[in-house]
């Protein structure tokens, strides 16, 4: 009999788990199996490079890499569309006109943006989840600046206005490569730059709350050096089309309004019946699996992970999905052609953020570094994943021009430091 293991989603621990799993299964003698991946897309996204896209650092193409080419050759079926329902009782998954049956579920669908309940947040921002959306905020700045070019300087204050709403891991990010990016489209259409007002709106008393003891002052300083607003401490009242109210009374008016204030698990995950926790993530236990329903494993940004070091939830983010892929293919191995399932322990992951083009910070442990070599080390951490995923042939077609920079500044660094390179 054919066991059938589904895996919803092909992100970062959708993707990652069903190529896993499928190297495992094929070095068995048991070839009772097989493996689906369902997405709405034909390809899977780099997003840890979406801000870079949104500022024009980097072409959309680099971040987007078609399944076709990633599972040639595999055990893998991947079958696109819309998952609509899952029926937990009856193990059926519903997605367009199709449903199929599973033994065994993955579901990696990511998360949601959380807008907090705050009046016109939805309606009046633009989100950043998806090359899509980096795609759509990038034309319309570049045609925000078209139609400053041909207007008024009195009209040009709010259309040259730029809004970020959260200061966190992606607004920070984001709003260190517009900082950078802004001032080029502003000389480049005839405007000033110092026409160019770029703002943080963040509810904490700083950006980055939460990261280690002197990295939100660090991205501060340099953001501020940058000519980035930042209003921290200033919680968003309502969100209107042109402006943005903070709680303390104060409006912006801003033609440009963009979202990273926060994520939640999908609201399908409670409506197919799976026990949710904290934001709307499904509750799972130390295999990765529902604790509501045996047999169906939850990972990604969906899932709530409780750290057993800490006892507090495991933040979401690419790094962990990454670790719960392998883990989640371990124990499905386990269950279907014999073995020991193991509890999944989150390692201790580093920390690195990009804060323009050619300055970042890293903080990996106890150590952290900034400038020029974490910025190196972003470049790796990127070429490293395409490695992983589809050898050297797929780093010299995405990042060809990250690897010559990538290895160019390590012997530059290592030339400074008094030791010598070959090549």
């Not at 998954?93 to 309940?117: K, P, W």
């Not at 034309?139 to 139609?147: C, M, S």
């Not at 490569?177 to 509810?203: F, G, K, T, Y």
């Not at 002197?214 to 930042?230: C, H, I, R």
Request: contains cysteine.
């Amino acid at each position: 009999m054919v066991r059938r293991v589904v895996v919803l989603g092909a992100g970062y621990g959708g993707l990652n788990s069903a190529l896993q799993l499928e190297r495992q299964l094929s070095q068995s003698k048991d070839r009772n199996w097989e493996i689906i991946l369902v997405d709405r897309c034909n390809y899977h996204q780099h997003v840890i490079m979406i801000h870079e896209i949104a500022a024009n650092s980097t072409a959309p193409e680099e971040a987007v890499i078609p399944l076709a080419y990633l599972l040639n050759g595999k055990r893998i079926t991947f079958m696109q569309g819309d998952v609509k329902d899952v029926d937990l009782g009856g193990q059926q998954v519903a997605f367009d006109s199709q449903r199929i049956d599973y033994d065994r579920l993955v579901v990696a669908l990511g998360s949601e943006t959380s807008y907090f309940g705050i009046p016109g947040a939805e309606q009046n921002t633009l989100g950043l989840k998806s090359v899509d959306d980096a795609r759509r905020i990038n034309a319309h700045i570049k045609r925000t600046f078209l139609i400053a070019r041909n207007s008024s300087r009195k009209d040009r204050a709010s259309l040259l206005t730029f809004v970020v709403c959260g200061g966190g891991y992606s607004g920070v990010e984001l709003t260190g490569e517009l900082a950078d990016w802004l001032p080029e489209l502003a000389l480049a259409n005839d405007i000033d730059p110092s026409e160019v007002r770029l703002v943080v709106v963040e509810a904490a008393p700083t950006i980055l709350m939460g990261y280690p003891a002197g990295l939100p002052g660090k991205a501060s300083e340099l953001l501020v050096k940058k000519g980035v607003e930042l209003q921290v401490g200033s919680p968003v009242a309502e969100i209107g089309e042109g402006m943005v109210k903070i709680r303390s009374g104060e409006t912006i008016a801003a033609h440009t309004i963009l979202w990273t204030g926060g994520v939640q698990g999908p609201a399908a995950l409670a409506q197919w019946g799976l026990q949710t926790g904290a934001k709307g993530r499904a509750v799972v236990n130390g295999y990765l699996e529902s604790v509501s329903h045996p047999g169906v494993y939850v990972i990604g940004d969906c899932s709530l992970v409780v750290n057993p070091n800490t006892g507090r939830p495991a933040a979401p983010s690419a790094q962990m999905a990454l670790q719960q892929a392998p883990h989640v293919a371990e124990n499905l191995e386990a269950e279907l052609v014999g073995g020991q399932r193991e509890t999944f322990r989150p390692a201790g992951t580093g920390e690195v953020f990009s804060m323009g083009r050619r300055h970042a910070y890293a903080v990996l442990g106890r150590i952290s570094f900034d400038g020029y070599a974490a910025r190196l080390l972003k470049e790796a951490i990127a070429l490293r994943y395409y490695l992983n995923l589809g050898g050297p042939a797929l780093v010299m077609e995405k990042m060809p021009g990250a690897l010559r920079t990538t290895a160019g500044g390590a012997r530059l660094l290592l030339q400074r430091r008094g030791l010598q390179t070959k090549g």
